[in-house]
């Protein structure tokens, strides 16, 4: 049971590139989240889609987007990439909001 | 919006001493109340949850937490510490309304032989 799959787990990117994060999940969950880790500052959520076909803004969604492809999967797009934009970005997804939420291992992105 | 303070961002214990982590939130109803634990270059793993059932709520790896609403504390506790539990905690609470959950900034916790 692979639960929730990251990819790519490293990635460095130049400033002004661009790049989508993928994530899948075979839970069969309904929702499914994107955060950033910085260090200091918690988990930070970006994007979260309460189920397939809908997406809405989490607390830092400025300069990403997301695609909530089917049920599985949900993809995180830097448009164009800045150094500010260097974290570390997790997946998650739970069957709803009382629901614990089950994470990917991250993707360890750095934009030189 | 809610939020989570955890006080502490690093804790240090000696192995075989009582952990104490200590986790704050600001609701006016009563949330779900979360602990998870990342060990280095790892995702987030459930420690336990909190959704009203029982105050009192053991999780794994002989941690608990006790759901106080007159002090809104959700503190993780565990008698013993082992090397093992060095790692950082994060304690979490669900939004009312949203399916999301708001992170508080975490606690490293090392545990010294």
């Known amino acids: 049971n692979a639960g929730v799959t990251q990819t790519p787990k490293f990635q460095v990117l130049k400033t002004g590139q661009s790049m989508t994060l993928q994530c899948a999940q075979d839970m069969n969950h309904n929702s499914m989240y994107w955060y950033r880790q910085d260090p200091g500052m918690g988990l930070r959520l970006i994007y979260y889609?309460?189920?397939?076909?809908?997406?809405d803004k989490g607390e830092v969604p400025n300069g990403y987007n997301v695609s909530r492809l089917n049920k599985r999967e949900f993809s995180l797009r830097l448009e164009s990439a800045a150094p500010s934009q260097t974290s570390v970005y997790f997946c998650?997804?739970?069957?709803?909001?009382?629901?614990?939420?089950?994470f990917g291992d991250g993707t360890r992105l750095s934009i030189l | 919006a809610q939020s989570v303070t955890q006080l502490g961002s690093h804790v240090s214990v000696s192995e075989g001493a009582l952990v104490l982590l200590r986790c704050n939130y600001s609701s006016s109803v009563p949330p779900y109340l979360f602990w998870y634990v990342q060990y280095p270059n790892q995702g987030l793993q459930l420690l336990l949850k909190y959704t009203s059932a029982a105050t009192l709520v053991k999780g794994i790896n002989g941690f608990e937490a006790e759901f106080k609403k007159s002090e809104t504390s959700f503190h993780l506790t565990k008698p013993s510490a082992h090397m093992s539990d060095a790692a950082e905690y994060f304690c979490a609470v669900s939004e009312t309304g949203r399916r999301a959950l708001t992170f508080g900034s975490g606690t490293r916790l090392q545990v010294q032989p």
């Open positions: 889609s309460a189920s397939e076909g809908t997406t």
């Open positions: 998650a997804s739970s069957e709803g909001r009382a629901q614990p939420q089950h």
